[in-house]
């Protein structure tokens, strides 16, 4: 993934060291069943595989599976099972947080080469696909049917459907749409002793527990998906988006607080301030409005007699909050022009600072002027500069943390602020994640936001799921815990989690 | 009382009623009774619907949730709110409607709780445009059977921090734990409604109608089907498609709805059957592929009655006892279909498989019952498969 900024940074080395006994013998196991060309063991090769979109976060995995049908990943998860070494699914590796980061002397399957549509049936509005399938390719096999699948994040041109499911991925229209849990209807998963299950289908519920709702947002945690059905919606009959522009942030969110009392419910509503801004137009020359202090993109759709009534009365909101400009989109054209703006602006940021730190965390949107400022504050004591690029229709921060990556010490001071960013959002009642995940990054975060029995609970489905704890373990919880162990003994098994000393 | 099926707690159990009923008032008591007792408990909220699908095979003690009847938070601006699992759904929405907001699920049972609601995953007709509890159960905060008190989820609508657990005692009848707090993302309560009376011949008709409406560009927030019983299902129906939203948009599109499907009946607010759930016989929630939705009502039994909501795949039929629920089952599985039984006359219901076979991930769901409920405490029995 084009990510500049980011993949300058700073990075531990990651030690040469030769594959383990157990790792070689699992290799040739492999290579025996799924074939020789799909399973990666050099080193060199290795090395495409150490990081996600948070580059900062590296191990060297000792095997890489390029699985090429369904069939390789259950061989693969099966043969990790009698082995006992641990798996981690890798998508378009775009995660934010190091979700996909291989674990040591373990297996990273690789679902980049599953990229069949399995089928698209328009009359009941479903689409079948295998997990590396592109998020955006979902929409363009739909299309014809004027139909679209709704959850749209900005790397959508990139990121796979099976990584979606992962993270539960959001985007700028999951305000209204909703996030990759709504529209996902069925999965085919490989569990982690590599038994293959059906979780929901074509159908809208199934008898018995909502397994699939808990295994979307599960970070490949439970196993791999190896098809996904989910649900497209019909393209709306009008499509409108402004951009507007304030001389305050305080007036940019005050806006969006009074759009959303008003009764109305945007498609979107994205937030820029004047850091990102100058970064979206040093990049891609969006044509904001010159001397704004926050911008708002703006989209509504629906039924035109509804879209017409309701953005007049967006406007009027804006303009009581002293909007300066008001700028309403012509056409298509007009329109991908408001979002490629908005929509490049974590790549932008590359442009005027050396590397950067991408924060996501969520706090009720009443509370945007307050937190905002707060944020601004702790940058300002921290002599970091701190760009603003988010869904602030429901209240998804993601705070663009800018760094020069030769200063030492810069990569440390960034992600410190990132994590006292974290903290403002708990304690506004918000959460230290809105679609990013939790991945290895905000691990210790957990504890922040759940006390040790909400924690030790979700590790009742992990045990579940994954006894052994094979399938990317290390990842989303602050204490790896051995499955049959009772909570709060803890034993000195803890320690020998793969993925905990590696990492760092 | 007769046993087990007093008016109140209705046929929760099977065979002796429970031995005693508990009605604690905060969540804190709630944990003390998981905490100091050992035996089985089944939550019940109003209680109103108890009598539906398989009942539990033991029940030492009752749990009424109607204690926990507090409207714990509700930040307008943030449009959410946070309630405990007894507080009455038709309670809540009065409170909200004075914001000009609504909780988006309506269920017809009158007095339901929202643990209830959360424990049966129950919805109504406007489950088209609003989706249902999973999709608007934000945070949940669990008493397990060991008596811990678990959270997960959260106070704002995007998170995705953990695992949403609140998707998984969606539905679980209880077997996971008792909620005792829900936190919820609100909707504005739409200004004008309107909505469109299509009388419909026969199924394939009611499929073709169902069909251009979800192929439109229209916005409904409900389309359903109504049948009456003594004939074929579909046949001589009547079909509403109900528009909720600002005044010039409704009427815009009860327009459009007219001509798109050739005629039909303008009305302020939907006909009065709009939401009822059929009864008599056996209740039957059919679920399916949306576009299926003919050839499933072609294959329940002549002598039904029943409504769909017909764009989404969902129907509820009250069918003859005599009913072969096997054969049934496997003619609409080729849609990904399921019928389950919600209400059974009491001489019947003991022998029915309510919930249907299990599928492949039966083994992964029993796992998931062992881990929370490792001593078979909470509503044995309740769910699919016996679990
Ligand atoms: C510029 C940029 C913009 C972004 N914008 C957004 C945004 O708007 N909204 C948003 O939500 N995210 C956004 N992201 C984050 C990222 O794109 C998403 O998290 C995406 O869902 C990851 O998909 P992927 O295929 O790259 O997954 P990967 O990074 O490869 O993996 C992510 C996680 O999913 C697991 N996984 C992958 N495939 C499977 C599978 N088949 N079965 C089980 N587990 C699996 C991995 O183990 C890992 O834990 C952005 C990222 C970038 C770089
Ligand atoms: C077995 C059953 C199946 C149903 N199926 C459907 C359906 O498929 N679709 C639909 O729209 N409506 C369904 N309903 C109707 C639905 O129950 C009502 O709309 C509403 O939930 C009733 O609220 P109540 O407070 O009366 O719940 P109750 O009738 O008291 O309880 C409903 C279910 O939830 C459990 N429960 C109650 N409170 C809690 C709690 N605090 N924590 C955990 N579990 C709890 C109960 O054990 C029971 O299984 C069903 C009801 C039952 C009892």
């Not at chain 1, 943390?401 to 602020?417: K, S, W």
């Not at chain 1, 799921?465 to 989303?476: R, T, V, Y």
């Amino acid at each position: 993934m084009a990510n500049p900024g980011q993949t300058s940074q700073t990075v531990p080395a990651t030690r040469d060291s030769p594959a383990s006994p157990r790792s070689r013998a699992l290799a040739e196991r492999l290579r025996a069943v799924i074939g020789d060309g799909k399973v990666l063991t050099d080193p060199a090769q290795l090395r495409t595989y150490e990081c996600d979109g948070l580059a900062a976060f590296r191990v060297r995995p000792g095997i890489v599976v390029l699985a090429a049908h369904r069939d390789d990943v259950v061989h693969t998860v099966r043969l990790c099972a009698e082995a006992g070494v641990p798996f981690v699914a890798r998508g378009s590796g775009t995660g934010l947080s190091g979700g996909a980061v291989p674990v040591a002397d373990g297996v990273l399957i690789v679902l980049s080469r599953l990229r069949a549509i399995v089928s698209v049936d328009p009359d009941n509005a479903r689409v079948v696909v295998e997990p590396g399938v592109i998020n955006l390719w979902v929409t363009r096999e739909a299309a014809p049917y004027d139909q679209a699948y709704a959850p749209d994040p900005s790397s959508q041109q990139v990121c796979s459907i099976g990584g979606n499911v992962a993270e539960n991925a959001g985007g700028a229209h999951c305000l209204k749409y909703g996030f990759t849990v709504n529209h996902v209807m069925g999965a085919e998963i490989v569990l982690p002793d590599g038994d293959v299950v059906h979780l929901g289908g074509t159908a809208p519920e199934h008898p018995g527990l909502d397994l699939l709702g808990a295994f979307v947002g599960s970070e490949g945690t439970l196993g791999v998906a190896t098809q996904i059905t989910v649900r497209t919606i019909r393209a709306p009959e009008s499509v409108q988006t402004m951009l507007v522009g304030f001389h305050t942030v305080e007036d940019a969110a005050g806006t969006v607080s009074d759009i959303i009392a008003a009764g109305i419910l945007p498609a979107a509503i994205e937030m820029m301030d004047a850091l990102a801004i100058e970064a979206a137009e040093a990049a891609v020359r969006c044509g904001y409005p010159e001397g704004a202090v926050a911008v708002l993109v703006i989209e509504l759709d629906g039924p035109q007699v509804e879209v017409d009534e309701q953005f007049r009365q967006v406007a009027q909101a804006a303009e009581a909050r002293h909007a300066f400009e008001t700028r309403i989109a012509r056409d298509a054209a007009e329109r991908a022009l408001m979002w490629k703006g908005r929509k490049s602006a974590f790549a932008a940021v590359g442009r005027i600072s050396p590397a950067y730190y991408v924060q996501d965390g969520v706090i009720p949107r009443t509370q945007l002027p307050e937190v905002l400022a707060e944020i601004g504050r702790l940058a300002e004591a921290a002599d970091v500069r701190v760009a603003n690029v988010f869904h602030a229709g429901d209240g998804n921060l993601h705070p663009l943390i800018l760094f020069d990556d030769t200063v030492p010490g810069a990569a440390h001071d960034a992600e410190q602020l990132g994590f006292a960013i974290l903290d403002l959002c708990v304690d506004a009642g918000g959460s230290i994640t809105g679609e990013h995940g939790v991945g290895v990054e905000k691990k210790s975060k957990m504890s922040r936001q759940f006390t040790e029995d909400d924690l030790d609970t979700m590790q009742l489905v992990r045990c579940a799921f994954d006894p052994a704890g094979l399938a990317n373990p290390g990842k989303l919880f602050p204490t790896p815990r051995l499955c049959g162990e009772r909570p709060g003994v803890h034993t000195a098994a803890d320690t020998h989690d793969p993925a905990l000393g590696e990492v760092f | 009382m007769a046993a087990g099926k007093d008016a109140r707690t209705g046929a929760v159990v099977a065979g002796a009623g429970p031995a005693r009923t508990v009605r604690p008032t905060t969540a804190a008591e709630v944990a003390d009774v998981l905490r100091d007792t050992s035996g089985t408990v089944v939550p019940v909220g109003s209680g109103t619907k108890t009598g539906w699908a398989a009942p539990a095979t033991s029940c030492d003690l009752l749990l009424r949730t109607t204690g926990l009847d507090r409207v714990v938070e509700h930040a307008p601006g943030d449009l959410v709110v946070v309630a405990e699992a007894g507080v009455r759904l038709d309670t809540l929405q009065r409170q909200l409607a004075g914001h000009g907001q609504m909780l988006a699920l309506d269920p017809p049972e009158p007095g339901a709780t929202l643990g209830g609601v959360v424990g049966a995953n129950a919805s109504g007709p406007r489950r088209l445009r609003y989706g249902t509890v999973r999709d608007l159960l934000i945070g949940v905060t669990v008493v397990l059977a060991d008596g811990r008190t678990a959270k997960s989820g959260g106070k704002v609508v995007k998170n995705v921090a953990g695992y949403d657990l609140g998707k998984l005692y969606t539905g679980a009848h209880g077997g996971l734990g008792v909620v005792v707090s829900t936190t919820w993302r609100l909707h504005p309560l739409p200004p004008a409604a309107r909505a469109v009376v299509v009388p419909v011949p026969d199924a394939a008709e009611a499929g073709r109608l169902a069909a251009l409406v979800a192929r439109s560009t229209l916005t409904p927030t409900a389309v359903e089907l109504r049948w009456e019983a003594g004939r074929a299902a579909g046949t001589g129906s009547e079909l509403v498609v109900l528009f909720e939203s600002i005044e010039e948009s409704v009427r815009a599109q009860s327009r459009a709805a007219v001509a798109l499907l050739g005629g039909g009946a303008e009305a302020d607010a939907p006909p009065s059957w709009f939401g009822a759930r059929p009864s008599g016989g056996l209740v039957l929630r059919l679920a399916f592929e949306p576009f299926a939705l003919p050839r499933v009502l072609a294959a329940l039994p002549e002598a039904s009655s029943g409504t769909a909501s017909a764009c989404t795949g969902v129907a509820y039929a009250a069918v003859p006892h005599t009913t072969d629920l096997a054969a049934l089952r496997a003619a609409i599985a080729p849609y990904d279909g399921s019928a389950v039984v919600l209400e059974a006359p009491d001489d019947v219901r003991q022998g029915l498989d309510h919930w249907g076979p299990v599928a492949d991930s039966f083994g992964l769901m029993t796992r998931v019952k062992d881990q929370f409920d490792p001593g078979r405490r909470l509503s044995p029995g309740r769910l699919i498969g016996g679990l």
